[in-house]
């Protein structure tokens, strides 16, 4: 079998090339014109193309369509001698392996010819999970045939019906808004209004009034009353995310609330009544909170009607594979890859070896990344995240990172994310400073939390549940923990 097809016009090119190839054992032809390249390709079933963009009567791009027609997982590495970016992106958009320009690197040139044909090989090989079908994909899906998850699902068709409170408590990550949607649908209240809030996402003075609303002058820049999400969602269901990152003063209105379905909104003394089903989760020890006075006893009894606790990913048993099937239908119906087969075996080692600490928001943007990635209808190693092939911590080892887990530049973090396709930047990018943050003062204070938490302005309970949270070791030497480290 020929390993290499060589199609460019410029003879000295493909003699460069099949001299420096030759020199790792590989087989090179090589084409003047497209139609010989095409030929070559359908006669000699090389295992890497590679294609200039510039050849007489046509280019690059329209030869590569033909190939990517009669064979899909042909990696078709690209040269050019110009500099025009447009062209790259096309080339990369259409499917290229990858994109080199002239003068040749030519030893870059044949690490690049190796990766192709190491990866050409294992697209060859069956599928160890494929795709299925993408009709129904849908990615606010419920996924999980687990013991575990099994007993989720029972807990919610046992409550959702009543009129008690529901807390949720779980890992960052683990789909807890999913099970807050769950047991709203599933409730006599399905017909009203769903609104959720994220307590963590804003500053004390914002989230109260975002909930209570408030009058006209209640505050600077009050220059209208404001109807809040209680009063707006009467005879519905409000989601309470990262409910322990209340303040006191907002701990003290929702008690009320909750045992007397009324509130006044900020600056106001008009008593306002409701009908409201309140639904809260956390990935906090709320328990602890409530031992340190970090949180409200009484509003935690309220709250905590009935509990559902969120399996982490690492206890689904057998669940790595339907969720990985599962989003790869749901990602390969969004991009339009109706020609999508699954992941290599290779590929699904790996991804069946790793922690996930981020539990499933994490694997859905893995295989979103992946699938970016992919220069064929097949996952490979290669197309996954540096992060997967080591057992460091998933952030700890990211461009614009310390060897701390500390980010010394969110540029490439944001950007990074940015091309991936993220969808939860905000949140993302407030992890990364929150860890950022916590790791260098507890660095300053040798690991003494106390100290810590008077440097920071919080309680030394919520610094306690950061450095869980975000597995920060103090042993020794302040640093964040491979195994432990959480994502929110």
């Known amino acids: 079998m020929?390993?290499?097809?060589?199609?460019?016009?410029?003879?000295?090119?493909?003699?460069?090339?099949?001299?420096?190839?030759?020199?790792?054992?590989?087989?090179?032809?090589?084409?003047?014109?497209?139609?010989?390249?095409?030929?070559?390709?359908?006669?000699?079933?090389?295992?890497?193309?590679?294609?200039?963009?510039?050849?007489?009567?046509?280019?690059?791009l329209d030869v590569f369509k033909v190939i990517h027609e009669q064979d899909k997982k042909l990696p078709v590495i690209f040269i050019t001698s110009g500099t025009d970016s447009a062209t790259a992106i096309r080339a990369m958009q259409l499917g290229g392996y990858d994109y080199v320009t002239k003068p040749l690197d030519l030893v870059a040139l044949t690490d690049l010819v190796e990766q192709a044909i190491d990866t050409r090989r294992m697209m060859k090989t069956p599928v160890a999970l494929?795709?299925?079908?993408?009709?129904?994909?849908?990615?606010?899906?419920?996924?999980?045939?687990?013991?575990?998850?099994?007993?989720?699902?029972?807990?919610?068709?046992?409550?959702?019906?009543?009129?008690?409170?529901?807390?949720?408590?779980?890992?960052?990550?683990t789909g807890k808004e999913l099970v807050a949607r769950a047991v709203y649908q599933n409730s006599d209240r399905r017909s009203e209004c769903f609104m959720s809030i994220n307590c963590a996402a804003l500053p004390d003075a914002l989230l109260e009034s975002e909930l209570f609303g408030h009058e006209k002058g209640a505050f600077t820049g009050a220059d209208k009353t404001r109807i809040g999400k209680f009063e707006a969602c009467n005879g519905g269901t409000i989601f309470l995310?990262?409910?322990?990152?209340?303040?006191?003063?907002?701990?003290?209105?929702?008690?009320?609330?909750?045992?007397?379905q009324e509130f006044e909104r900020?600056?106001?003394?008009?008593?306002?009544?409701?009908?409201?089903?309140?639904?809260?989760?956390?990935?906090?020890?709320?328990?602890?909170?409530?031992?340190?006075?970090?949180?409200?006893?009484?509003?935690?009894?309220?709250?905590?009607?009935?509990?559902?606790?969120?399996p982490p990913l690492r206890e689904r048993e057998g669940d790595v594979d339907h969720l990985l099937e599962?989003?790869?239908?749901?990602?390969?119906?969004?991009?339009?890859?109706p020609d999508f087969e699954g992941i290599s075996p290779e590929a699904l080692a790996v991804l069946k070896e790793y922690h996930w600490p981020g539990n499933v928001r994490e694997l859905q943007s893995v295989?979103?990344?992946?699938?970016?990635?992919?220069?064929?209808?097949?996952?490979?190693?290669?197309?996954l995240p540096e992060e997967l092939h080591s057992a460091e911590s998933p952030r700890s080892e990211a461009p614009g990172v310390e060897s701390t887990g500390v980010p010394s530049d969110l540029s490439p973090f944001v950007t990074r994310q940015l091309s991936s396709g993220s969808e939860d930047l905000y949140?993302?990018?407030?992890?990364?400073?929150?860890?950022?943050?916590?790791?260098?003062?507890?660095?300053?204070?040798?690991?003494?939390?106390?100290?810590?938490?008077?440097?920071?302005?919080?309680?030394?309970?919520?610094?306690?549940?950061?450095?869980?949270?975000?597995?920060?070791?103090?042993?020794?030497?302040?640093?964040?923990?491979?195994?432990?480290?959480?994502?929110?």
């Open 241 to 260: 995310d990262e409910v322990g990152d209340m303040s006191p003063l907002v701990q003290g209105k929702v008690l009320r609330l909750l045992q007397q």
């Open 266 to 310: 900020v600056g106001g003394n008009k008593t306002i009544r409701t009908d409201v089903r309140i639904i809260a989760a956390t990935n906090l020890d709320l328990d602890q909170m409530v031992e340190d006075g970090d949180f409200r006893e009484d509003l935690y009894y309220r709250l905590n009607g009935v509990t559902i606790q969120l």
């Open 130 to 173: 494929p795709a299925g079908e993408t009709q129904a994909a849908d990615s606010q899906s419920f996924i999980g045939q687990s013991p575990a998850m099994v007993d989720v699902f029972k807990a919610i068709g046992r409550v959702a019906a009543q009129k008690v409170p529901v807390l949720i408590r779980g890992e960052s990550g």
């Open 367 to 383: 295989v979103r990344q992946a699938m970016l990635h992919a220069t064929g209808p097949v996952i490979v190693p290669a197309c």
């Open 2 to 60: 020929l390993n290499v097809l060589v199609i460019d016009d410029d003879r000295t090119v493909c003699e460069m090339v099949s001299r420096a190839l030759v020199k790792v054992s590989l087989s090179v032809a090589s084409a003047g014109s497209a139609e010989e390249g095409l030929a070559a390709v359908e006669q000699q079933n090389p295992e890497v193309v590679i294609l200039d963009i510039m050849l007489p009567g046509t280019t690059g």
């Open 427 to 488: 949140a993302e990018t407030l992890e990364q400073m929150e860890r950022w943050l916590f790791t260098r003062v507890l660095q300053h204070v040798d690991g003494n939390q106390s100290q810590a938490a008077r440097l920071l302005g919080i309680t030394r309970g919520k610094v306690r549940d950061r450095v869980k949270q975000f597995g920060i070791s103090l042993d020794k030497q302040v640093s964040l923990s491979g195994d432990d480290s959480q994502s929110r």
């Open 326 to 337: 599962h989003y790869m239908n749901v990602w390969a119906t969004s991009m339009n890859r």
